[in-house]
């Protein structure tokens, strides 16, 4: 079975610009995560989908940051424009549901951002 | 809202020693809780994981036991190998969309 996919791998560029990640998630997921992880810390959860409606995204700063998952399945993350506090690893994962429940969140190898 | 805590790091332990990273937790309802593991290099990977009070999670000889009582889910192995050098995270999921939120991590290096 195929992971979760992301694109780029890394990526640097300089405050103000802007930038996009890309995640492919496993075939079938229902659900899908975006994380942000910023060095030495844990991963935070920035928005999450459930085929493609948006059902959390308290903690996507939304002035900057979009997201999309159209016709519920690949997923684009945004940053616009880019600050330095915006270097961190973006992950994205996928979960299918069984009934009400999901199961466990598969992750991505992520996006490493740096912001200079 | 949800919150979990991890003993910080990072832990150095000898080959062959024993280890417990500490994982407490805060959640309304009935969550789920999850330990994933991140090798150097790496994507996020599910080491164990358990649904209910009492459950034992376990797997490549990582255990960890759900605490209702103690709201706790530490994690335990006998003897740990170089192999097991890697960041440990301690997650819940909860809620009705069942949002997964993770510790800060805990760093674990095994010396020869």
């Known amino acids: 079975e195929a992971g979760v996919a992301q694109s780029p791998r890394y990526k640097i560029i300089e405050k103000r610009q802007s930038v996009a990640f890309w995640c492919n998630p496993i075939?079938?997921?229902?659900?899908l995560y975006w994380y942000q992880q910023i060095l030495g810390q844990g991963p935070k959860l920035l928005i999450q989908?459930?085929?493609?409606?948006?059902?959390?995204d308290s903690q996507l700063p939304k002035d900057r940051f979009s997201a999309e998952r159209l016709k519920g399945v690949d997923s684009t993350l945004k940053i616009q424009p880019a600050k330095l506090e915006d270097s961190a690893v973006y992950l994205c994962?996928?979960?299918?549901?069984?009934?009400?429940?999901?199961?466990?969140?598969?992750f991505g190898q992520g996006t490493r951002l740096t912001v200079v | 809202g949800d919150s979990v805590t991890q003993m910080e790091g990072p832990v150095t332990l000898s080959e062959e020693a024993c280890l417990t990273i500490n994982c407490t937790y805060t959640a309304t309802g009935y969550p789920s809780l999850f330990w994933y593991v991140q090798y150097p290099g790496e994507g996020l990977q599910l080491l164990l994981k358990?649904?209910?009070?009492?459950d034992k999670g376990s797997n490549k000889g990582f255990e960890a036991t759900y605490r209702k009582e103690t709201t706790s889910f530490h994690l335990e192995k006998g003897s740990v190998q170089v192999s097991d050098s890697a960041v440990y995270f301690c997650?819940?999921?909860?809620?009705?969309?069942?949002?997964?939120?993770f510790g800060t991590g805990t760093k674990l290096q095994v010396i020869p």
């Open positions: 997650a819940l999921r909860s809620g009705g969309y069942q949002k997964v939120t």
């Open positions: 989908f459930q085929n493609n409606g948006v059902v959390d």
């Open positions: 994962a996928s979960s299918s549901l069984k009934g009400a429940t999901n199961t466990e969140a598969f």
């Open positions: 358990a649904t209910k009070a009492d």
């Open positions: 075939s079938g997921h229902a659900t």
